[in-house]
Each structure stands twice: as C-alpha cells, then as structure tokens.
DNA sequence: TGATAAACTGAACAGTGTCAAGATTAGCTT
DNA sequence: AAGCTAATCTTGACACTGTTCAGTTTATCA
C-alpha cells in the first residue's frame, strides 16, 4: 500500500538524492531544504534530524563527488601500464569527470568543506593518494626527482584545465566533447615532460 | 555639515566599496544586499536604480577584480626582459594576486557571471591578452610550437596551482607566504619546459 | 520657472534557514 | 508481551533575505 510512514525510512539517502537532483538542474544556488525535504515528502524541520544544517548536506555530497572522482581516476589509472600512461590517463578521467559533471566537481571544491582533505594524512587523502603512488613510480624510472613539487605541478595543471574548462574562458570548448578531448590530450601530454624537467 | 542628501551623489561606487568590504571580512555567502545599503545609509530598495539585482553588482566587483588581475599580470611581464622571465613573473603575480586576494580571485571564476570572458575576442580579453603576447614572444624564439596549446596549458597549470592553494588541499600552505614563494617558484620553473615540450 | 526624469523611501510579498514544543513510532529492556 | 526511551517527524513560529511598487524628493535642463 506504500501508504508514507510516520517515520521515513531511510531519509538520509534520499534527502541527498533530492538535492543533488535540484543541484544539477538548476544550479547550486536555487537549492533550498524546504523545497527537498517537501520533494521527499517531509516537512521543512525533518531534515535537521539527519544534518545539522544546510552545509552539511552540501558536504555529504561533496564527500561523495569527492569518492567519485578518486574511484574513476584511480580506475583510469590501473587501466595503464607504463608510469606515463598512467599519469596521463589520470589527468584525462580528472578533467572529465569536471566537463561531465560539473555541479558535482564544483562541490568538491566549493571552499566551505575544504575539510574534506585536511582530515586525512596526504598521502591517505583521496585524489593525492592516487596521484602519489604513479609520480612515485615516475621517480622511480628517473623521471622524476621531486616527488612533492612533480604531484602538485601536475595536479595543478589538469585542475586548472578542468575549472577553465567549466567555469573560465574555456566554457565555450566545454560542450564539445571531441574538442575536449583533443585538448586533454595534448595537454596531459605536456605533463610527462613537466615531471621530466631537469633539476635547474 | 555633511547632512546625508536625499540623492546620495555616487551610491553606485560606495555600494561597491561596502558591498567588497562584506565580502573579504565575512565571505561571499555571508554578502547581503540589505546589509550593504544599510551601511550605505540607504533604503533597501535603492541600490536597485544602480544594479539590476544582487548578482550583478556582484558582477560589477568580479570585473573590478578581474581588471586588477589583468593589470598585475601585465606589470609583472614588463618588468623582465627574457620572454622565459616574462612567463615566469606573469605566473608568480597570477598566483600570488589570487593567495593574497582569494575573495577577489574567486569572485572572477564564480561560475555566474563567466561572460566577463566570452563578450571579448580572444585576442583582446584581460588576462588571455597578456599571456597570448608571452607566448607569441617564446614562439619566436623556437620555444613553443602550438600558441594555443602552451597558452593554454601556462594558463591551467598556474590557474591550478592558484585554486589548489586557496580552496584545494595545498589551503594550509597558503598562510606561509615564504612556504608559497617557495612552491610558486618551482613550478613555474617547469612552466618554461611545458612550453618547450617536443611536438610528439 | 517649470517640467521631466532620476534617485530614493517605505511598505509589502514570497521565500529562505533554523529552531522549539509537541506528536508519533521504532526498538530495546524487563 | 508491555512499557519505556530515544529517535523521528510535524507544526508553527522567528528573523532575515531579495525584490517590487507606489509615492516622495531632488537634480537637470529647456
């Protein structure tokens, strides 16, 4: 009979459903609890049993936008076999999962939850863990001498390509999957020889 | 005497000064309109014969900003010889403008109002202008072989860099301006290599 | 001097996040 | 199985928000 309970269920869930859905079509601005909790079925004072405010559903899913793009760059990265491939093909998953989903990227880096990093030790923390362990086999090879300033330089390049991409003077490109892809590809070709750069 | 005129003379300027002054103190999310005209001295409704609404005075400050970060890069390109040093200065101020105003920097790529960069010609927009004549200048000399791509990769690779340091997991860095000088240094170093990566 | 337009006020409206008091029910304890 | 406790949800309220509109004040200029 499905007839709604008193008590919901698994609200939770279903509460970051919602918003992430308003998210993505109208932005992250036009997002408003009452209006997801009124989506879910419930009144405007349910969801402060489930969060303690309005950010804090914003950060439930940045953490899990932020598991999303680790998981499918990690994946892209297990997909390669040389150091170099590897590398490149991180940066590729990087900066599209940004151009496919743009709201959900933004979440992660939205500056209200930068804690989402800071809580963990760096070379635990989603993305630079990734990062980290293919710079080291870079270093390995000799292609790399600093480990630190080679994973920032290279996220720091696929990252800046990526908000360019969706929020800079590159938007244009950004529906144009094809020419994005050429660019990625000859940017992230690139980063091979920034790691390779000699000492001075 | 100075007895507050019924026609304040220059509301729109002060509604700027105010509304910046919200927003480096308290954050933009903190940014009220009705907050500002009070400070102003002013009703709530009148800022609306200035802006069309809140966003656009928003605006209005994202394409101040904007201005000061094209002025800055510029003056850091005259200032060296070498189109390699060019680079490299134009790299640092980008950065540092961004870790020392990271407000202001922001409000440039806030996704709202990206048509700041797309009502110009490539060739004429702020900050595009200056990096486009650095790299033309490394092209002459045999050091870049695709404008478009190192223009774009320079710009990515500082671009992120700036982001990571001010939203992103490099955010505890930021505080030590020495610790930033240092990182700044290095990886612009690489940015000259970017550009003088072989074609294939 | 007088008319037109610009600038500003004051009040109102719908919508927002958030909280407290009370109703409802799930789940454990005896 | 009964009852108690804590979790969950509702209802109603509060202060605040952006925005509009009718009316008031003043600058500007013919």
Redo the contacts with the bound molecule.
Sequence with gaps: MEK?????????QVLLEEALKFIETDGIK????????KQA?????????????????IAGLAVRSLEKLDATSEAAAQGQISPQEKLKAVGKAYILYAVENPEQFRLVFSSEQSGSFLSQPPNEAPLFRVLYKVIEELEAIGLVSNVQVAAITAWGLVHGVATLLIDGPLQPMSTDLEQVNALVEEVTSGLIYVQAAPKR
Tied chains: 1, 2.
């Design positions: 709604p309970a008193y008590h919901h269920g698994n609200l939770k036009a997002l408003s609890l009452r209006k997801v909790a079925g419930v009144s405007p004072g349910a969801p402060y049993h489930h969060f303690k405010n309005k950010d804090e559903l």
